[in-house]
């Protein structure tokens, strides 16, 4: 009996293992080459663009996907936003993915998003959603100046946009520029400028290093004048005076309160004019002495030496002329935006 049952375990087990072997149909999709899926671009990059995009697809949804990226917008045409590359990981593959957009062609992203697809050599599609943010600079924006009275003769000078600090060693002064309102006259009147807006706007930026550059139109206020820095009527000091140039220029930021100034023709921002700062408002303090700034300067510093003894301790231009050490506009921040007709001014 012991014996019967052990055949009978053999062939059973023999049986099932028959059963086991049978084929049976399953439910799956025929594997496809990933190559031959593939529409993933590696690289896209648009007009005014700062940075690398960001790419990324739905897991949830393999026929969608984003493009995030930052634009510089001031000076763009938001409905068409001209494709400088769209890049794939082989594209010299025959199998390599095409797309709807290529360099040269634009988007539209007057609406806050434009859309492309993306289509894989097997005929697989994917729709991307392309988005944006705006890039700006703080320093982009109109300004307007904030004239104060006067620090040495609070009760007389004129009012004025102009602190200047200077003096030899041992005896430096600070003052407006209308505080000695007689060095002035009809023709040659740093007050001349205290109407004038400056519209700073933002052009470029460098991905890497995270400069800005830009341009800068100084206009001549409703006036129609700018200031002509001429000492007693006699000794120029435009050079130094002037802070911001007239009419337009560029500038260029490498720091957060340090501009430097280009000229116009300056295209390539190669030769930087000199350097402006930026300052906050507030008590300052410049070699020994002190005064108020309402609400933000701009400034430009020159080196010495100091000693430029005029003869004569009386003789104001011991410190408007002879050792001019610091120049400080002051202004106010009065938009975010550059002009509207920022353009008209460049154009002239």
Same mark, same amino acid.
């Given at each position: +009996?012991?014996?019967?049952?052990?055949?009978?375990?053999?062939?059973?087990?023999?049986?099932?293992?028959?059963?086991?072997?049978?084929?049976?149909?399953?439910?799956?999709?025929?594997?496809?080459?990933?190559?031959? %899926?593939?529409?993933?671009?590696?690289?896209? %990059?648009?007009?005014?663009?700062?940075?690398?995009?960001?790419?990324?697809?739905?897991?949830?949804?393999?026929?969608?996907?984003?493009?995030?990226?930052?634009?510089?917008?001031?000076?763009?045409?938001?409905?068409?936003?001209?494709?400088?590359?769209?890049?794939?990981?082989?594209?010299?593959?025959? #199998?390599?993915?095409?797309?709807?957009?290529?360099?040269?062609?634009?988007?539209?992203?007057?609406?806050?998003?434009? %859309?492309?697809?993306?289509?894989?050599?097997?005929?697989?599609?994917?729709? #991307?959603?392309?988005?944006?943010?705006?890039?700006?600079?703080?320093?982009?924006?109109?300004?307007?100046?904030?004239?104060?009275?006067?620090?040495?003769?609070?009760?007389?000078?004129?009012?004025?946009?102009?602190?200047?600090?200077?003096?030899?060693?041992?005896?430096?002064?600070?003052?407006?520029? +209308?505080?000695?309102?007689?060095?002035?006259?009809?023709?040659?009147?740093?007050?001349?400028?205290?109407?004038?807006?400056?519209?700073?706007?933002?052009?470029?930026?460098?991905?890497?290093?995270?400069?800005?550059?830009?341009?800068?139109?100084?206009?001549?206020?409703?006036?129609?004048?700018?200031?002509? #820095?001429?000492?007693?009527?006699?000794?120029?000091?435009?050079?130094?005076?002037?802070?911001?140039?007239?009419?337009?220029?560029?500038?260029?930021?490498?720091?957060?309160?340090?501009?430097?100034?280009?000229?116009?023709?300056?295209?390539?921002?190669?030769?930087?004019? #000199?350097?402006?700062?930026?300052?906050?408002?507030?008590?300052?303090?410049?070699?020994?002495?002190?005064? @108020?700034?309402?609400? +933000?300067?701009?400034?430009?510093?020159?080196?010495?030496?100091?000693?430029?003894?005029?003869?004569?301790?009386?003789?104001?231009?011991?410190?408007?002329?002879?050792?001019?050490?610091?120049?400080?506009?002051?202004?106010?921040?009065?938009?975010?935006?550059?002009?509207?007709?920022?353009?008209?001014?460049? @154009?002239?």
């Amino acid at each position: +009996m012991r014996h019967f049952f052990s055949l009978l375990a053999t062939g059973t087990a023999a049986f099932l293992s028959v059963l086991s072997c049978k084929q049976e149909p399953r439910n799956t999709e025929p594997l496809t080459d990933p190559w031959l %899926r593939d529409r993933t671009p590696v690289n896209v %990059r648009f007009e005014g663009q700062i940075g690398a995009a960001v790419i990324s697809d739905d897991w949830r949804n393999d026929a969608v996907g984003t493009v995030s990226v930052s634009l510089i917008t001031s000076s763009l045409d938001l409905a068409k936003v001209k494709v400088e590359a769209i890049d794939f990981k082989y594209p010299d593959s025959p #199998y390599c993915p095409t797309a709807s957009i290529a360099p040269g062609s634009t988007v539209d992203l007057s609406g806050g998003s434009a %859309r492309f697809t993306v289509t894989a050599y097997n005929g697989e599609k994917r729709e #991307y959603t392309v988005t944006y943010t705006g890039f700006s600079d703080p320093l982009e924006g109109t300004y307007s100046f904030t004239p104060v009275g006067g620090i040495l003769d609070p009760s007389n000078a004129p009012k004025s946009a102009f602190i200047l600090v200077g003096g030899w060693d041992g005896a430096v002064v600070r003052s407006t520029v +209308m505080d000695k309102w007689w060095h002035w006259g009809a023709g040659y009147k740093p007050t001349d400028e205290d109407d004038n807006l400056l519209s700073f706007r933002l052009e470029k930026a460098d991905a890497e290093t995270g400069a800005t550059f830009g341009t800068l139109v100084n206009t001549p206020g409703a006036d129609g004048l700018y200031a002509n #820095y001429l000492y007693n009527n006699e000794t120029d000091e435009n050079d130094r005076y002037r802070i911001l140039p007239s009419g337009k220029s560029r500038w260029g930021k490498t720091s957060e309160d340090v501009i430097d100034i280009y000229a116009w023709e300056d295209t390539g921002y190669t030769a930087p004019l #000199y350097q402006v700062h930026i300052l906050k408002g507030g008590d300052l303090t410049y070699d020994g002495v002190s005064f @108020n700034v309402p609400v +933000m300067a701009f400034s430009r510093s020159f080196e010495g030496p100091f000693n430029n003894d005029v003869g004569d301790w009386n003789n104001d231009a011991r410190w408007f002329v002879s050792n001019l050490r610091h120049v400080f506009w002051l202004v106010q921040k009065d938009s975010d935006q550059a002009l509207d007709n920022h353009d008209g001014f460049l @154009n002239d």
